[in-house]
């Protein structure tokens, strides 16, 4: 069913239909807001009149005069003080177990942070006991000499150690990654002095139509990148649910043409206009560094080899050659190997 106003495709969770002429329109094309739609009771939407219909029934159609469209609110829907009483209950139902959920995740979220955080210290500890113990091994097969027998049992305990060890080191990478799970990572937007980040980063959400609001932001602040560079710190932005932090993510990858003018509005100098009008601001995930050097050299090997597409998702690089060919996982630098 198309819409009786801009013609498009309307669904029913979007619909209003005229309880007089029958037409359907978009919610948003019968002048109401997301949160306005949402409060309208389903008795009400059967009762809903558009416009024309109510100037019709008032008499304020006339040949002179074109009838004033005021803006639709939830007042003019004959709506009786008994529900709109209700929905005023309800509505502070609501916002009490929101506020309520929102305490029980944070303590939840700390919870999780605390035992990620002595795992790490736990593998951080243990990497730095078998680092002392190899390092002990091989100045003993160095200055050895015994039989033969000795020295390959020796030999074999340093292979095992240092199988313990790229395992232990993998664990802890997948425990760094896992820590970042609610983390952006925002590059190329420039510095200015006394900046406020926690505003920056609202103003952001709005740009790309996320709501960001300040409760939902942990912590914010600019890291150094790993190599010297002369492009501006990158943004590292730890929200409060993983959930939103994929949603500023698809957000940011459907808007392919995010610019630092579009956040922050046009430069006031000349030299600036030069440098940063067309200059593009990129969000990410946030990757460790190992991660990110993967990424990069993965990058490089699906260039030459013609690749159409490659992307990161849940920290976890993807690759496709074309629309058709299917979709290549690299979680190591051995899976380079798959690129062919």
């Known amino acids: 069913m198309d819409c009786g106003k801009c013609n498009r495709y309307i669904n029913d969770k979007e619909m209003l239909k005229c309880a007089t002429c029958n037409i359907c329109l978009h919610y948003q094309c019968a002048d109401f807001s997301e949160i306005e739609f949402k409060k309208i009771l389903p008795m009400n939407k059967m009762k809903w009149k558009c416009q024309n219909c109510k100037s019709k029934k008032h008499g304020t159609s006339s040949v002179t005069h074109s009838p004033k469209i005021q803006p639709t609110s939830l007042n003019n829907l004959n709506v009786d003080p008994q529900s709109q009483a209700l929905m005023q209950y309800f509505d502070a139902k609501f916002e009490t177990l929101r506020q309520q959920w929102r305490a029980d995740l944070q303590v939840a979220i700390q919870e999780v942070s605390s035992s990620i955080k002595q795992d790490i210290e736990s593998l951080a500890s243990r990497l730095a006991a078998s ?200 979680r190591c630098s051995s899976d380079l190997k798959k690129i062919l």
Not at 271 to 289: P, S
Not at 307 to 325: F, G, P, Q, T
């Open 131 to 330: 680092e002392t113990r190899i390092i002990e091994l091989e100045h003993t097969i160095t200055s050895m000499s015994s039989s033969q027998s000795n020295f390959n049992d020796v030999m074999q305990e340093n292979s095992q150690l240092r199988t313990d060890l790229e395992c232990l080191q993998a664990k802890f990478d997948d425990l760094d990654q896992v820590s970042r799970s609610c983390n952006v990572e925002i590059q190329n937007i420039p510095e200015k002095k006394a900046e406020n980040l926690v505003h920056l980063s609202i103003q952001i959400g709005k740009l790309i139509g996320i709501d960001i609001k300040e409760s939902d932001i942990r912590s914010v602040h600019r890291v150094a990148p790993g190599k010297p560079s002369n492009r501006p710190k990158n943004i590292v932005l730890q929200l409060s649910t993983r959930r939103l932090r994929d949603d500023v993510i698809a957000a940011a990858r459907a808007r392919r043409s995010l610019t630092v003018a579009s956040l922050l509005g046009p430069p006031k100098s000349a030299a600036a206009t030069a440098t940063n009008q067309d200059a593009r601001f990129y969000i990410n995930e946030h990757l460790t560094l190992k991660n990110k050097l993967l990424f990069s050299t993965a990058r490089q090997h699906a260039k030459a080899k013609n690749y159409k597409y490659i992307w990161v998702k849940n920290h976890c690089i993807l690759l496709r050659k074309s629309d058709e060919a299917r979709v290549v996982h690299i």
